[in-house]
């Protein structure tokens, strides 16, 4: 094959939860599409995220949770490719490693899963004191200061053990989730609200899938390279930059609205204290409308907070990251930092 890798089966890794397979399988029936001639094998395993299931993720405090094995197979040549939530991948990557795909976004807003006996309801409808289970700061900060009638508990596990949970008990009154997650699961009926950015603003990431594979491995990159879509990678690369500018993660609630159109892109970036009391929020716009220019030579794989995306114009990849950062430093003179130190320090303890 023109892209040297005729023969021999391509390896995927993923995570073994049903959502992570579903979306691994999407991603390769992708790549069968484009690729016909090549095979396709997928890798399945265990991850620290997966095993410790009785403890907040934000209190385990490692930023690689579902990923590191992952990274670890990719790094011993025993896969070629590894497809993950965006959402769950550090603005760091290791060494050696890059987001090589960015695949179209999915609805990024998180939705509200109700118990059966609150059908129909709106969390402004459920009685005072009910209880809400979300694993994420992000969602509890920004519900709190709007919701404050309502309890938020930690819930982990995956979606369906989660469901589960929310279902068979008494314990919780609904739960937060991705609406991503949820319709790529086939549960979309499932979705009792949407919570739209006047409600919640999302994780950075969330809704879109990101392929990560080594970043020297030349073939393997311009294969998956097919998959990027052009818009998704532009607001991604924003809302990294602006989380990797305020070195935030999973133990702070960082939050963001992208909106790309007509040429302009609208970050809109929020930082919150924990009981959501204390937040910062603002937005800012800019033109990322550049024709693709051929780049070839050594610029050619520029990462841009991790992500390799050849066929997207690089200085609209540069605009989009400067918007992150510029936001971000806007956030901080501001007093973000203030915020977000405290925030950490209250969750650690």
Not at 157 to 170: A, F, H, P, S
């Amino acid at each position: 094959g023109e892209n040297g890798v005729d023969g021999r089966a391509i390896r995927v890794g993923t995570r073994r939860s049903q959502l992570a397979r579903i979306q691994t399988d999407s991603v390769v029936t992708m790549l069968r599409e484009l690729y016909p001639d090549l095979r396709f094998e997928i890798v399945a395993m265990s991850t620290t995220g997966d095993k410790i299931l009785d403890t907040a993720l934000s209190k385990i405090g490692e930023k690689s949770l579902f990923t590191k094995e992952l990274e670890n197979a990719l790094e011993r040549n025993e896969v070629d490719l590894v497809v993950h939530s965006l959402k769950d991948l550090p603005t760091c990557l290791p060494p050696g490693f890059t987001i090589g795909a960015v695949c179209k976004r999915e609805n990024p807003l998180d939705a509200v899963v109700f118990h059966p006996k609150n059908c129909g309801k709106t969390l402004s409808l459920l009685p005072e004191k009910s209880v809400i289970g979300t694993s994420s700061l992000r969602r509890a900060a920004q519900l709190k200061k709007k919701f404050p009638h309502l309890e938020f508990r930690d819930i982990r596990g995956n979606l369906n053990t989660r469901l589960r949970k929310l279902d068979e008990k008494e314990d919780f009154s609904a739960i937060i989730l991705a609406a991503a997650g949820l319709k790529r699961m086939g549960w979309e009926s499932r979705i009792g609200q949407l919570l739209g950015p006047e409600d919640c603003l999302y994780a950075v990431g969330q809704g879109a899938l990101a392929v990560e594979v080594r970043a020297k491995d030349q073939e393997i990159l311009n294969m998956v390279s097919a998959l990027h879509d052009a818009d998704t990678v532009l607001c991604c690369i924003a809302e990294r930059a602006f989380m990797k500018r305020l070195e935030g993660g999973c133990s702070v609630p960082v939050a963001v609205n992208t909106l790309l159109k007509d040429g302009q892109l609208y970050l809109t970036g929020a930082v919150y204290s924990l009981d959501g009391s204390d937040s910062l929020k603002e937005t800012m716009q800019t033109s990322v409308s550049y024709p693709h220019q051929n780049e070839d030579g050594p610029n050619d794989d520029v990462q841009h907070v991790g992500i390799t995306a050849k066929n997207v114009p690089g200085q609209a990849q540069e605009a989009a990251e400067n918007l992150g950062v510029e936001l971000a430093s806007l956030l901080l003179s501001k007093g973000a930092k203030h915020i977000l130190s405290v925030a950490r320090q209250l969750n650690d303890a």
